[in-house]
Each structure stands twice: as C-alpha cells, then as structure tokens.
C-alpha cells in the first residue's frame, strides 16, 4: 500500500505493482471526484465505482480506464441505467428507469436508446419495437 499525489492535485492511496497503480486502490480529484476499485498498468481495470461530486455515480466494469463492460449509472435525480458500457456509453442491452416509475428495456448505441426496445410508462401504457436515435418507431398498446 502507498501513496501518490500528482502536481495537478490528484491522489492515489492504494496498491502498487513495479511502480505503477495496480490492484486495488482510491483515486481522488482535487475537484472532489472519486473512483474506488480495480487498477491495472496504471489505469482503472476490472470492478470499480466512480462518483462525480453532483451525486451521479458508476458501478461496474472499467477496461483502461474508460466504463466498458456490465455496470449501472445513477443519476441524482434518480435515473439509472443497468446494462452494457462500450467506450464510456451505454452500447448494447440494458434496462432504464424514471423517476416517474416509466421504464424502457432493449437496445443502446452511443448512449441513445436505438434498436429493438420496449418502453413502459407509469398509466400502463406500452411501446414496443424499433427506436432510432432514442425516439419511438413503435406500436403502441
């Protein structure tokens, strides 16, 4: 275990590995950020979260350092995203759900709900089919 501080203000507590962050270990921005979990080759590999200082939050996979793989974004006002990450945005399946209690399951790209998806809103209305560029193509029941 170690400790590191960069002149920009960021600073590492954790595990080290030939002098480079590996394992296990907390960043800090000097602006309040945080990210706790899995370092490899110097950057954030393997299971971590990041916390932004408005409330938002990650949970889930990072691969160098960028959110790739299954994990879940919370946004403060209660948003949140279960599903797949490629390069930093919600690519693939995944589940979003309102506040409002409204909710739309099925596919992502670029952090925009486009493909196959069902949305489902809180009076029981239902939409389902092909959705581009995250607004509605489908039938509604």
């Known amino acids: 275990m170690?400790?590191?501080t960069s002149p920009l203000g960021l600073v590492y507590f954790g595990e080290f590995k030939n002098g480079r962050l590996a394992g296990e270990g907390t960043y800090v921005a000097p602006w309040g950020d945080q990210y706790v979990?899995?370092?490899k080759d110097g950057g954030w590999n393997g299971q971590g979260s990041y916390t932004w200082t408005n409330g938002e939050q990650?949970?889930?996979?990072f691969r160098n350092s960028v959110r790739t793989g299954q994990g879940t974004y919370t946004w403060r006002n209660g948003q949140k995203y279960?599903?797949?990450f490629k390069n930093g945005r919600m690519n693939g399946w995944g589940r979003m759900t309102y506040p409002d209690c409204s909710e739309y399951v099925g596919e992502f790209l670029d952090g925009e709900?486009?493909?196959?998806?069902k949305m489902t809103y809180p009076d029981g209305r239902v939409e389902?089919?092909?959705r581009v560029g995250g607004g509605s193509v489908g039938a509604t029941k």
């Open 2 to 4: 170690g400790l590191q």
């Open 37 to 39: 979990g899995g370092f």
């Open 58 to 61: 990650y949970v889930g996979e």
């Open 82 to 84: 279960v599903g797949e």
């Open 113 to 117: 709900m486009t493909g196959v998806g």
């Open 128 to 130: 389902e089919g092909l």
